[in-house]
């Protein structure tokens, strides 16, 4: 995913809702995906990772999903807190070690 | 364990000057980033090094950036001269070789005016 400039897609929530973040990557041959997440003047924050052989892993109140197929990804937050208010990125490894950001989302969560 | 350190935070010059920043990574990991963060967008590769040798420097300006990381620790990355466009949080990042997720520093704010 490429730069969307500085109108980052916005999703607001409320309090102990269960937020779903999308991402599209665009390289079929990307093997590893990663989402990070970056909280206002801090350098982003690894979240959770999940290989192309998975379709589906699960963290704490976090769960990433793959579909391969269409070459999508999602971020799914349980029970959002104030706390997660930030901008969530997906990442992708292309072979190599190279990641690539996607342009990013950013997570409102109203109390 | 102490994270990714970077310094200056926040620096302002103004166009045609040089500006450096300096980055100490996670003690023990080899790999390490330099990324340009343009507010609104995700972070865009610079250069990365493993140890003391560049193994990708293909998005980096080389005409006025230039990044080196002699003793295969901390690293700096100039700007030399700085532009407009360059105003952006630059950051640094360090990982494990062979692995894939990589730890942030909190990143330089640059203004160039």
């Known amino acids: 995913g490429e730069s969307v400039g500085l109108h980052l897609p916005t999703l607001s929530v409320q309090e102990g809702d269960n937020s779903i973040i999308n991402c599209a990557y665009s390289?079929?041959?990307?093997?590893?995906f990663i989402w990070y997440k970056q909280e206002s003047g801090k350098g982003p924050q690894f979240i959770i990772d999940?290989?192309?052989?998975?379709d589906k892993r699960q963290g704490q109140r976090v769960t990433v999903l793959l579909n391969k197929t269409v070459k999508h990804l999602s971020l799914q937050i349980a029970a959002t807190q104030p706390g997660d208010s930030a901008v969530y990125f997906c990442?992708?490894?292309?072979?190599?070690?190279?990641?690539?950001f996607g342009a990013g989302t950013r997570l409102f969560v109203k109390a | 364990e102490a994270g990714v350190a970077q310094s200056p935070r926040y620096k302002i010059i103004e166009k045609r000057q040089s500006v450096a920043f300096w980055c100490n990574p996670i003690?023990?990991?080899?790999?390490l980033y330099w990324y340009q963060q343009i507010l609104g967008q995700g972070p865009k590769l610079l250069i990365q090094?493993?140890?003391?040798?560049?193994?990708?420097d293909s998005q980096l300006p080389k005409d006025r950036f230039s990044a080196e990381r002699l003793k295969g620790v901390d690293s700096t990355l100039k700007i030399q001269p700085a532009k407009l466009e360059d105003s952006a949080v630059y950051l640094c990042?360090?990982?494990?070789?062979?692995?894939?997720?990589?730890?942030f520093g909190a990143g330089t704010r640059l203004s160039v005016l």
């Open positions: 990442a992708e490894n292309t072979g190599g070690f190279k990641t690539i």
């Open positions: 999940i290989r192309s052989n998975m």
């Open positions: 090094f493993q140890n003391n040798g560049v193994v990708d």
């Open positions: 003690s023990g990991h080899a790999t």
């Open positions: 990042a360090s990982s494990f070789i062979g692995e894939d997720i990589q730890y």
């Open positions: 390289n079929s041959a990307s093997d590893y």
